[in-house]
């Protein structure tokens, strides 16, 4: 039969057949275009995050913007690449062996690179030093400070906290400023910007007062700090960079599958110096769900982080622990409880799309947010946080994208600094 013309439709004895048209039919013909448009897309899209992958090739995966755990990957990766090209870091001499004199100075370990990072004593200290190393292997550095984005102050606050001769804290912050007063008077690079260039990187709890004595490094110069607290005074965001604080492991080549995953939640720590961690291990110490042990565990410590869903970083004496990272690298989504922590890489990596985090006020409510997670939420965050693990590992000689680089890149973003010239 023939469709009616728009005249005939009009007209009243058609009105019926007009009705039906619009109110059954018409919808259909949608509803089939509609259908067949979403699966015409879903043949032309890649899934949202690929598959975790086992190479050791630390080469991008790009993600598609509505899983990224990136805040914009495109924008970040583009001037990642320019930083690659163009980012040139000067080292101070002290730094390097071949410029020892025949008499070296006693202090001379306090600059050069740890001849063995792995040591039991530098465990949670290990990124301070593998930046180091990472840094002097690396195609930034240039000996020609006339071509340099920044200066690097290669003190170790964590070689001096076990130096016999600087090892409390009012020795170290007086070596600190007594060596900044050293090469502002020695070279004119200091003197240049006010030290608003130059950086030192420490991991131990002390470094943050070992500028306490000299304003212009307090107040200008760059701290690449593991505690990285904007509640601490001696801490500015925008100034300072987040480390993370990474404790030295093998490399795995892909964590536990969610499958294998029998416990919900894990946590192993002091709780002596921590009212958070004290308030958790009362209220969810005993629960059957939870496996939390404020003091010696029966579950080994790497075993709580393979064997479960969730893993909680609980603040300590500092905001920061290996914790974070620890359950990073072993696949287990970090619960961060932790107020005034700024994470690292918060300004390129979305937290909230691989771990969740909580305030502190949080914790009576910690199990109905915990089980209240939706399956397939979950595993959003455990593949975004596959995605992410390559960001959080030091590496001999430095790879693209990994702690280093990402350190680096905060540097990066705090370059253009206007200096003074004769």
């Not at 039969?1 to 019926?16: D, I």
């Not at 404020?294 to 300590?316: A, D, N, Q, T, V």
């Not at 500092?318 to 359950?327: G, I, K, L, S, Y």
Request: hydrophobic letters at 35%; aromatic letters at 14%; proline letters at 8%.
């Amino acid at each position: 039969m023939a469709l009616p013309s728009l005249r005939n439709m009009l007209r009243s004895r058609h009105r019926k057949w007009w009705n039906t048209y619009f109110m059954i039919i018409s919808p259909l013909t949608l509803l089939f275009i509609a259908s067949s448009t979403i699966s015409y897309l879903r043949r032309q899209i890649p899934p949202l995050i690929p598959p975790p992958s086992n190479s050791r090739d630390h080469s991008p995966t790009t993600p598609t913007p509505a899983a990224t755990p990136y805040h914009s990957w495109e924008v970040f990766n583009a001037d990642y690449q320019q930083m690659l090209n163009k980012l040139k870091i000067y080292v101070y001499p002290d730094a390097f062996e071949s410029n020892r004199s025949s008499k070296p100075s006693p202090t001379a370990a306090v600059f050069l690179p740890n001849p063995d990072p792995f040591n039991p004593k530098t465990g949670n200290y290990y990124s301070e030093h593998a930046f180091k190393l990472a840094l002097l292997r690396s195609s930034l550095v240039t000996d020609r400070p006339g071509e340099a984005d920044f200066f690097f102050m290669p003190f170790s606050v964590n070689v001096m906290r076990y130096h016999p001769l600087v090892r409390s804290e009012s020795a170290i912050s007086n070596f600190v400023a007594s060596y900044v007063s050293r090469i502002s008077s020695d070279s004119g690079h200091w003197n240049a910007s006010g030290g608003a260039d130059h950086f030192f990187v420490c991991c131990h709890s002390v470094g943050r007062d070992a500028a306490s004595k000299h304003a212009a490094l307090r107040n200008n110069a760059i701290q690449i700090t593991c505690s990285s607290s904007y509640f601490q005074r001696l801490y500015t965001p925008h100034k300072d960079v987040a480390l993370p604080q990474v404790w030295p492991r093998p490399d795995r080549e892909a964590p536990d599958p969610p499958h294998r995953r029998t416990e919900l939640v894990f946590f192993a720590g002091r709780a002596q110096n921590s009212g958070a961690r004290q308030e958790v291990l009362r209220l969810w110490g005993n629960d059957s769900m939870f496996r939390i042990f404020g003091g010696h565990s029966s579950m080994p410590y790497e075993e709580g982080f393979r064997r479960s869903r969730y893993c909680l970083h609980i603040k300590g004496y500092e905001v920061n622990t290996a914790r974070v990272v620890d359950a990073i690298h072993f696949g287990c989504v970090p619960v961060l409880i932790s107020n005034y922590y700024d994470l690292p890489f918060a300004n390129i990596l979305d937290w909230t799309k691989f771990s969740i985090v909580l305030n502190q006020h949080d914790i009576p409510q910690l199990k109905d947010i915990i089980t209240s997670v939706p399956e397939e939420t979950y595993l959003d965050l455990y593949r975004n946080l596959c995605v992410v693990r390559k960001h959080f590992r030091w590496s001999d000689v430095p790879r693209r994208y990994d702690a280093f680089h990402m350190t680096a890149y905060q540097l990066w973003l705090r370059r253009g600094l206007h200096r003074v010239t004769s």
